[in-house]
């Protein structure tokens, strides 16, 4: 311990050793990467499940399980991506390791607090699983819980919904406390408009998970008291109204569709302009339209519920708002667009990532469009043109957002660099995959297949084949991808403390970073983009 | 704590937009079933739950003038009004189920519909509240212990604080509950 400096926050320290020195830590890296675990380890269980999903609809009549285990792999499937792995992922994973990096913090505000969350957000998961093999088995109702169906349904369904209510608490304790941190904990001379366009992304998202998710929680609540004393707040026969729980679904779950993107948005600003050696274009435009898009995102969420019976006011109304949440997306779009122009473009794997989150963010943005439009909904409604879109927004441009990210950020976190050869290929085979897997779902919906059917008359077999095959090429590009990973944990050459030529400040410390972050607290006297 | 407080006031905001919704469409049941509800009870919980405010508030007070003593024992008499306000809302609902009227009974189904959602909502709201209230009285309780070991004194009072905003946010909540369920008829 000569230099105190370059001791890495992965060299034991404080009152615990082995496993117990990381969950018990309250140092946000060692938090950061427990979510890490945690979520991929979901992340492949929910793959596993949509593998045998596509699986059995490679053919018609094709009986690889029956309908009840089908329905609950889907309802299984949405719910561990969205509320396991999607929803926390970023901002758990990244937003806890880097922000306080970033703005120049030791820590978070509370550091306990973000302790709680990952123990919160852990034992909701066990409980969701717990839901699985207790009371009437698997939840089949699908990730929405839609009632009166989940109130009549004999599985497990009060389990599964207090599960998703734990961890709901947690993602909006990881939001105070990221809010606060963003507030409170800004280095000197880290102004507003001097911090990382991740940070914004980050910042925005937070403002969504404390002001959503408490919505989400009393409609969870609202059904498990339904479902023992059956009180009748959303049953139709004792005076409820079930298009009243779609509504409080959505407020949160809508938004939520933003927790997802916003992060990962925040990611592509920071990898685009050190890629392109560029100062970003636009950094207001990109900080404020991540604030447009969390409050307009806010306001959108009946344009789930077109056919559902609401008043035509309402679905006009729903249907505007839903248009103009697409132009401060389509700013931050034309903003990297514009900082890629006439930069000296260095082709990395996190920029061949997040060039495809562009791209397939750009086919789902647009796709949305289609559907926010009243009338072509009519004809979408519950199609897999639904299931293509959001697969679209959600594993093209989150997921490649968060594939970016990792490769990004991965020599800061582990002191490693990952191969770059096998990442590219890596990248291309999930693009060719990915493609294969959801365009034809796009397809498929418009021909009228309806989604979360168990089968399918014969002439829907050709994408369903194409879309099947695509499954597997996705899943062999993700097992090479995170082979190369975890190859490049152990093999990979040592990291300097900036390979990528970073201007923030996470680049400015040892990697991986020390326990403390910053032997002194740096003083900030330029922008977050400024490589000259 | 502000934050966290706002994401508590969202979570009854859920409740209130049913309320709102329902009652807008069912407005003779609300006003029948809402005659029925004990407004003397309703009005006592009130006041109760206001003067637990008042000494939550003069516990913070006296804290933070370094007066350990007056502290703990208005800290006690808040714990004592939350008790006081279960109880009576017990005996409140107790009156109610003994009249037959509870979710699922057979008494209640036979109404109107408007009336059972009424009383759906009556319930779940009021029971969710009361569960505040509880947790209420147990971080109280937390702080009174600190209190006595003396880990909270008049350079530390913050988490006493919070525990009082926390105590004030049960306590605003209840003033929006007794109108919209007791007093508009």
Redesign the interface.
């Known amino acids: 311990m000569t230099s105190k400096s370059v001791t890495s926050f992965y060299e034991p320290e404080g009152r615990y050793r082995g496993i117990l020195a990381w969950i018990f830590s309250t140092d946000h890296k060692r938090i950061g990467l427990l979510y890490l675990i945690s979520i991929l380890f979901f992340f492949f269980m929910a793959v596993s499940l949509g593998f045998l999903m596509r699986l059995k609809l490679i053919a018609p009549g094709f009986n690889l399980m029956r309908p009840q285990l089908y329905n609950a792999f889907f309802t299984l499937h949405g719910v561990i991506q969205i509320f396991l792995v999607v929803i926390p992922a970023i901002p758990t994973i990244f937003g806890n390791f880097f922000l306080p990096l970033q703005i120049g913090a030791r820590d978070m505000a509370f550091p306990r607090i973000n302790l709680l969350s990952w123990w919160l957000y852990l034992s909701g998961a066990i409980i969701v699983l717990l839901s699985l093999f207790t009371g009437g088995g698997p939840v089949d109702t699908g990730w929405t819980f839609y009632v009166p169906y989940s109130l009549r349904t004999t599985v497990n369904v009060p389990l599964a919904v207090f599960g998703v209510f734990i961890l709901g608490l947690s993602s909006i304790l990881t939001g105070v406390n990221l809010v606060t941190t963003t507030h409170r904990l800004r280095a000197p001379g880290m102004t507003w408009f001097r911090l990382p366009l991740f940070v914004w992304g980050i910042y925005a998202t937070a403002w969504v998970q404390i002001l959503a998710t408490p919505v989400i929680g009393i409609t969870l609540v609202l059904i498990i008291i339904e479902r023992f004393f059956g009180v009748g707040v959303f049953d139709p026969s004792k005076g409820g109204d079930p298009i009243l729980y779609q509504h409080l679904f959505w407020i949160y779950s809508h938004p939520a569709v933003y927790i997802m993107i916003l992060p990962a948005m925040g990611v592509i600003s920071e990898v685009i302009p050190v890629f392109s050696r560029k100062r970003i274009f636009g950094y207001k435009a990109i900080a404020f339209s991540s604030i447009a898009i969390a409050s307009v995102g806010s306001l959108v969420w009946g344009h789930h519920m077109f056919v559902s019976g609401q008043s035509d006011v309402a679905s006009i109304i729903f249907s505007l708002l839903t248009f103009l949440v697409a132009v401060p997306s389509a700013i931050k779009v034309f903003n990297w667009v514009a900082t890629l122009y006439k930069g000296s473009i260095d082709l990395k794997p996190p920029l061949l990532f997040a060039l495809t989150f562009i791209f397939l963010f750009s086919i789902g943005g647009l796709t949305g469009l289609f559907q926010g439009a009243l009338a072509v909904n009519m004809h979408l409604h519950d199609t897999y043109w639904i299931v293509g879109h959001f697969h679209y927004i959600i594993f093209g441009g989150m997921g490649f957002g968060f594939f970016a990210a990792l490769h990004y950020w991965f020599p800061k976190i582990f002191g490693r660099m990952v191969d770059g050869k096998r990442a590219t290929w890596a990248w291309g085979i999930l693009f060719i995959g990915f493609n294969l897997l959801y365009f034809p779902m796009l397809v498929l919906g418009w021909e009228g297949m309806p989604r979360r059917y168990y089968d399918y008359p014969p002439q829907f077999h050709t994408l369903n084949l194409i879309s099947t095959i695509g499954s597997w090429i996705l899943i062999a590009g993700l097992i090479l991808m995170f082979v190369n990973l975890f190859h490049a944990l152990s093999k990979g050459e040592k990291a300097g403390s900036n390979p990528w030529g970073g201007a923030t400040l996470e680049w400015q410390v040892p990697s991986p970073p020390p326990k403390e972050n910053f032997e002194k607290i740096p003083v900030v006297e330029k922008g977050p983009y400024e490589f000259r | 704590m502000w934050?966290?407080l706002?994401?508590?006031?969202?979570?009854?905001?859920?409740?209130f937009?049913?309320y709102s919704?329902?009652r807008y469409?069912?407005p003779v049941e609300f006003h029948l079933a809402a005659w029925e509800l004990n407004r003397l009870l309703g009005t006592l919980n009130t006041l109760i739950l206001l003067t637990s405010s008042l000494t939550m508030a003069l516990s913070i007070y006296s804290i933070q003038k370094g007066n350990r003593k007056g502290s703990v024992s208005f800290l006690i008499a808040t714990i004592f009004f939350g008790f006081l306000f279960l109880i009576i809302k017990s005996a409140e609902w107790a009156a109610k189920i003994g009249h037959g009227i509870y979710?699922?009974s057979p008494r209640l189904?036979g109404r109107?519909?408007?009336?059972?959602?009424f009383?759906?909502?009556y319930?779940?709201m009021t029971?969710?509240h009361g569960l505040h209230v509880l947790v209420g009285i147990l971080v109280l309780s937390v702080m009174l212990f600190l209190m006595m070991k003396g880990k909270i004194n008049e350079n530390r009072s913050i988490p006493l604080e919070n525990s009082g905003l926390y105590w004030h946010l049960v306590d605003i909540i209840w003033i929006f509950l007794f109108p919209l369920f007791y007093l508009i008829t």
């Open positions: 934050l966290f706002l994401s508590e006031i969202l979570l009854f905001g859920g409740l937009i049913l919704a329902y469409k069912n979710p699922n189904l109107s519909k408007g009336e059972v959602v009383y759906g909502l319930y779940s029971g969710l």
